[in-house]
């Protein structure tokens, strides 16, 4: 059983940066970042191909977040630069160990992490 511990949340002003790491505790096919606002739908962030470390990212933080990894520690990082107000959400790390085509979709990841509080204040 894959665990996922995620950390780095918590609140910042407008225009501000923040990183968050997701540890794993053994290798995955695919590490993404999911995020939930309050009332809202969980929505895909971006994710990382562990073999290659290629990326995507949602329309909504391309250019302004970037998903970085270190295989050695099997961690993922996502790095949020000109934070929003709009970017307030509970953000969740997810991992596959199988390979899939799809890679964005919330109902391939097999493993979450708790989630870690963001609040971007105007």
């Known amino acids: 059983q894959l665990q996922l511990v995620e950390s780095g949340g918590g609140l910042v002003q407008a225009g501000s940066s923040l990183r968050l790491s997701c540890v794993a505790s053994g290798r995955t096919f695919i590490m993404g970042w999911f995020r939930q606002a309050l009332g809202k739908e969980r929505e895909f962030v971006g994710v990382?191909?562990?073999?290659?470390?290629?990326?995507e990212y949602s329309d909504s933080v391309k250019r302004r977040f970037t998903i970085s990894r270190d295989n050695a520690k099997n961690t993922m990082y996502l790095q949020m630069n000109s934070l929003k107000p709009e970017d307030t959400a509970v953000y969740y790390c997810?991992?596959?160990?199988?390979?899939?085509?799809?890679?964005?979709?919330?109902?391939?990841?097999?493993?979450w992490g708790q989630g870690t509080q963001v609040t971007v204040s105007s």
């Open positions: 997810a991992a596959r160990v199988k390979f899939s085509a799809n890679i964005v979709s919330e109902a391939v990841y097999d493993y």
């Open positions: 990382v191909r562990w073999n290659g470390g290629t990326t």
